[in-house]
C-alpha cells in the first residue's frame, strides 16, 4: 500500500488529539500517547491540556496522585507520566535491554550488576507499602554499608542508580511533598497493579500502541523511542514479526514501514488540508517519532528543536510537519518560523488561545521573533 507523508501526518494529528481534541480524561490521554515525557511537569500538564477539550489546571497531577497515571523513569531513561498498562507493556521491554550491565555504564555509574540486583531487592524491601523523600529513600539504604560508596550516586537528582530498578518495577514516584521527590512501589501506588509480564508477553500490546499513536513506523524506530536502540534488533525484529498479519506494511514515498492493519483504510483514506498547531516543549508529536526523522523535522533545522541539554523546544506545526519554535514572553507568545516563512497569523491566533486556554491565562498575542 503507498501512501503520502501528508496522509500520515493528518493520520497521527487525529490519534494523537492534536487535530481533534480529546472528550476523555487524563489517563486516555496519556495512554493514547504511550506516555508524556515529564522531566518538566508543566510541560507534562501542557501536552494533555492541549489535547484536551475542556482542558483543567492541574489535571496531571491529580490523576499521578491517585495512581491512575504514574511518573516513573522509563522511554530511553527519561521520566514519562504513564498508565499502568504502558508501564506493564514498556517497562518489561526496557528491562530486558540490562544497560545497567555493559561495560560503559558500570563504568559511568560505578555500580556492578550484582550491586544493581542488591539494590533493587533493598529498595523493594524498604518502599514495600511506604512513600519516602529521596533523602529518606538514601538514609535508610545507606544504614548498610554495602550501599555506601554509592550515597553520591543514589543523592544525585538524575537518579541514574535508580532508573534499573524502576524499570523492573521495583520504584516509581509517589505524590510530590511541595518540592520533593518522593518514591514508592507501583504496588503501593496503583491500584490492582499485577508486576510486569515476561518481554515476549508484554512485546504485542507495545508495539500496537507506539503504532497506533505514532505509525507508520519502522522497528528500528520503535526501539530508537523506547529504549535509544539498546534492544537487540533480532529481538526488535522478532516481535514485529510475530504480530504477523496484525501489521500491515506500507510505503511511505519510498520508507517502508508498518501500520497496525486494522488502521490501514483509515490511514489510506486521510485527507490531508492546511493546518497549523502549537505544541509545547517536550512534545509527544515530535518525541515518538524522534527528532531524527527528517521527514517530520529537516536536518537543518534540528538543532533549533533539540536543544543543549536534552531540551526540547515548543514546536509550531504546519501541515504536520515542524516549521518553527515558539516561546512565551510576558503576554506575548513569540514565534520563530524557519527559513524566514512567514507567520500564519490567522491560523496561528486560533491555536495560541488553545494555548492560553492550557496554560490558564486571558490571552496570549502572536508575534515574530
Not at 491517585?66 to 526496557?94: E, Q, Y
Not at 524498604?126 to 560508596?149: K, Q, Y
Not at 542508580?161 to 496503583?190: D, E, M, Y
Request: some cysteine; aromatic content about 8%; charged content about 20%.
Amino acid at each position: 500500500m503507498q501512501i503520502t507523508w501528508d496522509q500520515v501526518f493528518a493520520w497521527r494529528s487525529g490519534r494523537q488529539y492534536v487535530s481533534r481534541p480529546a472528550d476523555a480524561g487524563v489517563p486516555e490521554i496519556v495512554g493514547r500517547l504511550c506516555g508524556v515525557q515529564a522531566q518538566v511537569t508543566s510541560s507534562a500538564e501542557t501536552a494533555v491540556a492541549l489535547r484536551s477539550s475542556k482542558p483543567e489546571p492541574g489535571a496531571l497531577v491529580r490523576e499521578l496522585a491517585a495512581g491512575t497515571v504514574v511518573k516513573t523513569w522509563s522511554m530511553r531513561g527519561t521520566l514519562h507520566a504513564i498508565t499502568p498498562d504502558a508501564a506493564a507493556a514498556f517497562l518489561p521491554l526496557i528491562a530486558s535491554a540490562r544497560t545497567w550491565e555493559k561495560p560503559v555504564w558500570q563504568r559511568n555509574f560505578g555500580a556492578t550488576p550484582a550491586e544493581v540486583a542488591a539494590l533493587t531487592e533493598a529498595v523493594s524491601h524498604i518502599l514495600d507499602g511506604a512513600v519516602l523523600t529521596r533523602e529518606e529513600l538514601v538514609d535508610a539504604l545507606l544504614s548498610d554499608p554495602a550501599f555506601h560508596r554509592m550515597g553520591e550516586e543514589l543523592r544525585s537528582g538524575w537518579g541514574a542508580l535508580l532508573k534499573p530498578l524502576a524499570w523492573q518495577g521495583a520504584l516509581c514516584h509517589g505524590p510530590a511533598q511541595g518540592n520533593r521527590v518522593t518514591f514508592t512501589s507501583p504496588a503501593h501506588l496503583i491500584p490492582g497493579w499485577r508486576g510486569l509480564p515476561e518481554p515476549d508477553v508484554a512485546a504485542p500490546a507495545a508495539i500496537a500502541a507506539y503504532l497506533g499513536a505514532y505509525g507508520p513506523a519502522t522497528p528500528e524506530a520503535f526501539d530508537a523511542w523506547l529504549s535509544r536502540n539498546s534492544l537487540r534488533k533480532t529481538t526488535v525484529r522478532r516481535w514485529f514479526s510475530e504480530l504477523g498479519d496484525a501489521l500491515t506494511e506500507v510505503d511511505i514515498e519510498g520508507r517502508r514501514a508498518y501500520v497496525l492493519s486494522e488502521y490501514a483504510e483509515e490511514l489510506a483514506a486521510a485527507t490531508t488540508g492546511q493546518s497549523v498547531y502549537l505544541l509545547g516543549a517536550f512534545d509527544q508529536y515530535i518525541l515518538g517519532p524522534g527528532t531524527a526523522d527528517t521527514a517530520l523535522l529537516a536536518a537543518a533545522h534540528r538543532a533549533k528543536v533539540s536543544r543543549a541539554a536534552g531540551w526540547i523546544a515548543p514546536i509550531v506545526v504546519v501541515n504536520g510537519r515542524i516549521a518553527g519554535t515558539w516561546e512565551i514572553s510576558d503576554a506575548d507568545l513569540v514565534v520563530s518560523m524557519f527559513d524566514g516563512a512567514p507567520l500564519p497569523r490567522k491560523q496561528l491566533e486560533a491555536t495560541a488561545a488553545r494555548v492560553a486556554s492550557a496554560l490558564g491565562v486571558e490571552e496570549l498575542v502572536v508575534r515574530a521573533a
